[in-house]
């Protein structure tokens, strides 16, 4: 089974460095990387055209016009251009763990998506790292304890233990907890029965607690990834949030049709 790892990214070239050397240590090699890039500026596209004639990476740089925050267009487009039967779906300021693909590949059900995880890093510790000549998860992981004592990030033990597969993984209904498009894996072929993401909800929010819903509602079963796909959320400004309760309403209001239509 060929992953396709869909790396959503806009004008970050410091973070999505150290995103695509982390998923050049992966142990599991067979996989593609697209990077869904909502309108960077040529700088970005500069860094991606040298970082790939070093790497042994497979990557597609899919990009578009900047007109505003149009995540589930640009998500689409790059869907669009993957040759993989799975998808992962990953932001460009999240650093990924060496078993990350590997993790993904063990929870990947015919039937079945996955939700992952993060954790989160302040934005000392951010600016830290992001000062470092080249992404270490060993030296990371070497002061995991130091990090969580000093409040560098918000989880400690999911980056320690590793949980196997399991019907406790399974989400018995749509909850909006832990919905995060940041770590989020699917079946190609579920991507597309479902329309992918909604190109219509623009601005911040919402977009994928809308895919999953949607991918819920078709008879899939979700199931969490904690404690085995956490990603490394590096830390940012909170983004323009002026679209969010509208993206949201929309969601609550297709949740509320579907159960009128059970009634």
């Not at 970050?12 to 909502?38: G, K, M, W, Y």
């Not at 689409?76 to 460009?92: M, V």
């Not at 996955?114 to 992404?135: A, H, M």
């Not at 085995?228 to 209001?253: F, G, K, M, P």
Request: proline share 1%; charged share 25%.
């Amino acid at each position: 089974m060929k992953i396709s790892v869909i790396v959503a990214t806009y004008n970050r070239i410091d973070a999505l460095n150290f995103v695509l050397q982390s998923l050049e240590t992966q142990s599991d090699h067979d996989f593609e990387v697209l990077i869904a890039d909502d309108g960077s500026s040529s700088d970005t596209t500069d860094f991606i055209n040298a970082f790939k004639l070093k790497s042994k990476l497979q990557i597609k740089h899919v990009w578009h016009e900047d007109l505003g925050f149009r995540l589930a267009l640009i998500r689409n487009l790059a869907s669009a251009e993957a040759s993989g039967e799975y998808f992962i779906f990953l932001d460009g300021d999240c650093i990924v763990q060496p078993d990350f693909v590997a993790q993904h590949r063990k929870l990947a059900k015919k039937g079945y998506f996955t939700t992952g995880s993060r954790v989160l890093l302040n934005e000392v510790l951010t600016k830290d790292i992001l000062s470092w000549p080249y992404w270490d998860f060993n030296q990371f992981s070497n002061k995991l304890l130091s990090y969580r004592l000093a409040g560098g990030i918000n989880k400690y033990w999911p980056l320690k233990i590793k949980l196997g597969d399991g019907s406790w993984r399974n989400y018995k209904k749509f909850v909006w907890r832990r919905i995060k498009g940041c770590n989020l894996a699917c079946w190609k072929e579920d991507a597309l029965a479902i329309g992918g993401f909604d190109e219509t909800m623009t601005g911040w929010g919402h977009e994928d607690a809308d895919f999953v819903f949607r991918l819920q509602n078709r008879g899939l079963i979700r199931k969490s990834g904690s404690w085995a796909t956490e990603v490394l959320h590096l830390y940012h400004r909170i983004n323009d949030q002026s679209n969010a309760a509208a993206n949201a309403r929309r969601v609550r209001e297709k949740i509320l049709a579907k159960a009128k239509s059970e009634d």
